[in-house]
């Protein structure tokens, strides 16, 4: 079992940055693929970014590329998404995930472990 908890979610200005964090408890944490995803109101939660064990992989979903990085610390059994000019249309809760594999995946379904999420309101 692995418990996920997402901090660093806020209100921000367009054009801000925040940076969330996600802390892993519980089994192993190194060679477990980690993801980021999002959740609007009235909409599916859509992928976001992903690392896998080895942090050579980091799929990020169109909309976010080039303004958003996620990085890990296996040290820390931490993960982080750092998010650069933030727009009205990032806000969501933000979700991270984890799966007990080393390749990172883009789909939510292949997740086993969630947190509880964070929310990042963007204003115009």
């Known amino acids: 079992q692995v418990q996920l908890v997402e901090s660093g979610g806020g209100l921000v200005q367009a054009g801000g940055s925040l940076r969330l964090s996600c802390v892993a408890s519980g089994r192993t944490f190194g060679c477990y693929a980690l993801a980021w995803f999002r959740q609007a109101p009235g909409k599916e939660r859509e992928f976001v970014a992903a690392i896998g064990c080895s942090s050579r992989t980091t799929p990020y979903a169109d909309s976010v590329r080039g303004r958003f990085t996620i990085s890990r610390d296996n040290a820390k059994n931490t993960m982080y998404l750092q998010m650069n000019s933030l727009q009205p249309e990032d806000t969501a809760v933000y979700y991270c995930?984890?799966?007990?594999?080393?390749?990172?995946?883009?789909?939510?379904?292949?997740?086993?472990?969630w947190g509880q999420g964070t929310q990042v309101t963007v204003s115009s």
């Open positions: 995930a984890s799966r007990p594999s080393i390749a990172a995946r883009t789909t939510a379904s292949e997740y086993d472990y």
